[in-house]
């Protein structure tokens, strides 16, 4: 009983201390949070998507859709899990993907574009934001982290081909250059002058797991969406032990 009005007391010490706090520096903390969100979540496709996002040739139909969803989840289920957790509020994983995309979006035109004069049309991010907003609506109706983290994880994974499709369809497109078959994305490559290209996803294309199955996109989504699973999951720790567990015991600390 004890414990229960002393959480009780602290919690009312907080909400007083935020009310205390002017309306114009609440602007500048949330301004700031979703800064720092979106440097993490744009830092962490970088690092560990890579190439794959940058270039439209790099965007193959066997490891560009088995790679870049789990990478991109992590951080995105911390925010989902902080602001369902706190907050109630089921949008953390369609927050999530709009900010990578917009800061992918600042990364590619600054950095790509001006700095160094590569068409926008090259190196375009891919999206999330389809499967981020079924993620959201999974957890609005389950109200479970297990059912968002495997049917939402299905979604997340298992949509990312198509719903990037319309934006890559017009780079697959088949021409002839020197006698040579290759696609646009191919073409432009050529035309640019950078110092090496993905030579080894020809191979992919000639690879094994099309004696599989016919269609490579449905099994590669299958199994991304596999992965995502566990990505999820690693999120969860993540926003609970590098996110809600010092921010409260800093809360703990300014309220006693």
């Known amino acids: 009983m004890t414990n229960g009005v002393t959480e009780v007391r602290n919690t009312d010490a907080v909400v007083k201390a935020w009310e205390a706090i002017p309306r114009h520096w ?23 998507a890579g190439d794959w996002s940058f270039w ?3 965007k193959d139909r066997q490891w560009w859709p088995l790679l870049t969803p789990p990478v991109n989840l ?21 927050v999530g ?31 999330l934001i389809f499967g981020a907003i079924i993620m959201d609506c999974i957890l609005l109706l389950s109200r479970s982290l297990i059912m968002t983290s495997i049917f939402g994880s299905l979604a997340w ?16 497109q088949p021409l002839i250059y020197h006698d040579h078959l290759m696609t646009m994305a191919d073409y432009l490559k050529f035309s640019l002058p950078m110092s090496q290209g993905p030579e080894y996803l020809r191979m ?13 996109v449905a099994i590669v989504g299958f199994f991304s969406a596999m992965v995502c699973v566990g990505a999820y999951w690693f999120g969860v720790f993540l926003g609970k032990m590098l996110g809600l567990v010092p921010a409260g015991k800093f809360l703990k600390l300014q309220s006693d």
């Open 204 to 216: 992919v294309e000639e690879g094994h797991l099309r004696a599989l199955v016919s269609d490579t």
């Open 74 to 94: 992590v951080f995105t289920a911390v925010v989902q899990y902080i602001l369902w957790t706190k907050l109630r509020l089921p949008i953390g994983a369609t």
């Open 97 to 127: 993907a709009t900010l990578l995309v917009v800061g992918q979006w600042i990364s590619r035109v600054s950095s790509f574009h001006f700095w160094a004069d590569l068409p926008l049309n090259f190196t375009w991010p891919e999206t």
């Open 157 to 172: 994974g298992g949509l990312f081909w198509w719903e990037n499709y319309p934006m890559l369809s017009a780079y697959l």
């Open 56 to 58: 439209a040739d790099w």
């Open 26 to 48: 609440k602007w500048v903390l949330l301004v700031g949070v979703l800064g720092i969100v979106t440097a993490a979540v744009h830092l962490e496709s970088m690092l560990m």
